[in-house]
């Protein structure tokens, strides 16, 4: 490029176009996403107003990390004053995995990693943290692989539901070999059938040092350890409402290769075929950026590459370019030849990359609703068309009258409850 260091024309425009209307989602993530309260602290009567229950024509939301303000002692002494529910609490069914070798190999990992990292090196809590993951794991309001439930939240650095998945701790500690053993033997057992009948159907739980705001709002059924365990109040804590089946293909978790053969093999090789394929692409002539940006990519991706190949292809397309961009539709779509693109286009977009070095941007995004093991800040944000109708023609109307303003609460008003998970799911 004859100006290395500055962004091209069109690749700041696509860049704009896609990032701030059809694939970046921070506005959602900051709205669902209530921070840490830190300035105040909640009295425990706060903590102790119930949220609503919810019905079984609606699934449960799954809320981020927010805590109640209290030190740890406070914390556990409010605690130890929730009674437990004397509600019966049978045990799940067991459950036994069905997929392939290879998703089997990756779901132990997952639920070895979720299980030591959130229990520690002590085999009840890990059994415990096991029969929880397995609970997400049929119920309608998680995401229906192993890896899916342990790792759901883990792109943002707050919201996900096992706290080791997004505050790095992958990465600042390395299990000893014979915990990690131990910890995938727990795993295996749960895979087959095993059940922790204490917890029942428990789908949350936290240490008894914090409280979160979901806390009030579900039942507590069990102490492991310095854990206690939690199901949803009403229809969704009864064993009917886990009546989903997980699915097949479990996702690759980069964060997990150091540990695990199982995602290391399969990150490589998924590596290897996006790039593979992409430079097969160049040199063949099917792939080449648009004649008037050659900093930007419109391509069809390759029949047979797996979602988390796609980040490969594109770089590979983008080789060494400091402004890159890289918009993708899956086979049969018909293929845009040129930007800016229309609604319809961006919303049939499959995956796109984005790459601008100057400013430090560096974003891979899927389209979730064909990609459904894409979650979160990995989703492309949908686009809502708005039609406005013509303005009606004007006729006479009586004069308002004023009304007096309301006091007080405003009827019909739902307070927002800022709930969330410690150290859960």
Same mark, same amino acid.
């Given at each position: 490029?004859?100006?290395?260091?500055?962004?091209?024309?069109? %690749?700041?425009?696509?860049?704009?176009?896609?990032?701030?209307?059809?694939?970046?989602?921070?506005?959602?993530?900051?709205?669902?996403?209530?921070?840490?309260?830190?300035?105040?602290?909640?009295?425990?009567?706060?903590?102790?107003?119930?949220?609503?229950?919810?019905?079984?024509?609606?699934?449960?939301?799954?809320?981020?990390?927010?805590?109640?303000?209290?030190?740890?002692?406070?914390?556990?002494?409010?605690?130890?004053?929730?009674?437990?529910?004397?509600?019966?609490?049978?045990?799940?069914?067991?459950?036994?995995?069905?997929?392939?070798?290879?998703?089997?190999?990756?779901?132990?990992?997952?639920?070895?990693?979720?299980?030591?990292?959130?229990?520690?090196?002590?085999?009840?809590?890990?059994?415990?943290?096991?029969?929880?993951? #397995?609970?997400?794991?049929?119920?309608?309001?998680?995401?229906?692989?192993?890896?899916?439930?342990?790792?759901?939240?883990?792109?943002?650095?707050?919201?996900?539901?096992?706290?080791?998945?997004?505050?790095?701790?992958?990465?600042?500690?390395?299990?000893?070999?014979?915990?990690?053993?131990?910890?995938?033997? %727990?795993?295996?057992?749960?895979?087959?059938?095993?059940?922790?009948?204490?917890?029942?159907?428990?789908?949350?739980?936290?240490?008894?040092?914090?409280?979160?705001?979901?806390?009030?709002?579900?039942?507590?059924?069990?102490?492991?350890?310095?854990?206690?365990?939690?199901?949803?109040?009403?229809?969704?804590?009864?064993?009917?409402?886990?009546?989903?089946?997980?699915?097949?293909?479990?996702?690759?978790?980069?964060?997990?290769?150091?540990?695990?053969?199982?995602?290391?093999?399969?990150?490589?090789?998924?590596?290897?075929?996006?790039?593979?394929?992409?430079?097969?692409?160049?040199?063949?002539?099917?792939?080449?950026?648009?004649?008037?940006?050659?900093?930007?990519?419109?391509?069809?991706?390759?029949?047979?590459?797996?979602?988390?190949?796609?980040?490969?292809?594109?770089?590979?397309?983008?080789?060494?370019?400091?402004?890159?961009?890289?918009?993708?539709?899956?086979?049969?779509?018909?293929?845009?030849?040129?930007?800016?693109?229309?609604?319809?286009?961006?919303?049939?977009?499959?995956?796109?990359?984005?790459?601008?070095?100057?400013?430090?941007?560096?974003?891979? #995004?899927?389209?979730?609703?064909?990609?459904?093991?894409?979650?979160?800040?990995?989703?492309?944000?949908?686009?809502?068309?708005?039609?406005?109708?013509?303005?009606?023609?004007?006729?006479?109307?009586?004069?308002?009258?004023?009304?007096?303003?309301?006091?007080?609460?405003?009827?019909?008003?739902?307070?927002?409850?800022?709930?969330?998970?410690?150290?859960?799911?």
């Amino acid at each position: 490029m004859s100006e290395p260091d500055r962004p091209r024309g069109g %690749i700041r425009a696509a860049l704009f176009a896609i990032a701030g209307t059809a694939s970046v989602v921070p506005a959602l993530l900051v709205a669902n996403a209530p921070a840490i309260p830190q300035a105040r602290r909640a009295s425990p009567e706060r903590a102790a107003r119930p949220a609503r229950v919810v019905p079984p024509a609606e699934i449960p939301p799954v809320e981020p990390v927010a805590f109640i303000d209290m030190t740890p002692d406070e914390a556990r002494a409010y605690n130890d004053g929730v009674p437990f529910s004397t509600d019966p609490n049978p045990a799940a069914r067991p459950f036994v995995f069905q997929g392939t070798a290879e998703d089997r190999a990756r779901a132990l990992d997952c639920l070895a990693a979720g299980v030591l990292y959130e229990a520690g090196d002590d085999a009840r809590g890990e059994q415990a943290v096991a029969q929880v993951v #397995l609970n997400r794991l049929r119920h309608p309001a998680f995401p229906k692989t192993v890896c899916g439930v342990v790792f759901e939240g883990q792109e943002r650095a707050t919201g996900c539901q096992f706290t080791f998945s997004c505050d790095r701790a992958l990465t600042r500690w390395q299990p000893p070999e014979a915990a990690w053993t131990r910890a995938r033997e %727990i795993a295996a057992m749960a895979l087959n059938g095993k059940v922790f009948r204490a917890v029942g159907h428990a789908t949350h739980y936290h240490t008894d040092w914090v409280v979160p705001y979901w806390q009030a709002s579900l039942d507590k059924v069990a102490r492991v350890g310095s854990h206690l365990f939690f199901r949803w109040s009403g229809w969704w804590g009864t064993p009917p409402a886990f009546n989903r089946h997980p699915v097949s293909g479990e996702p690759v978790i980069v964060q997990l290769a150091p540990i695990s053969p199982a995602h290391r093999a399969a990150a490589a090789a998924t590596d290897e075929a996006g790039a593979a394929l992409a430079e097969a692409a160049v040199a063949t002539g099917a792939t080449a950026p648009l004649a008037s940006d050659a900093d930007m990519f419109l391509v069809t991706l390759p029949p047979g590459l797996v979602p988390e190949g796609f980040p490969a292809y594109a770089l590979k397309l983008c080789g060494e370019r400091k402004h890159c961009a890289v918009m993708s539709w899956r086979a049969g779509v018909r293929l845009p030849q040129s930007v800016p693109l229309t609604n319809a286009q961006m919303e049939s977009m499959a995956f796109s990359y984005l790459r601008d070095t100057a400013s430090g941007l560096q974003r891979t #995004l899927w389209n979730c609703t064909l990609y459904t093991n894409a979650r979160g800040a990995r989703c492309m944000k949908r686009q809502t068309l708005t039609v406005t109708p013509p303005a009606p023609t004007p006729s006479p109307t009586p004069q308002a009258v004023a009304t007096p303003a309301p006091t007080g609460e405003l009827a019909g008003v739902r307070r927002a409850s800022g709930t969330g998970e410690a150290r859960q799911p």
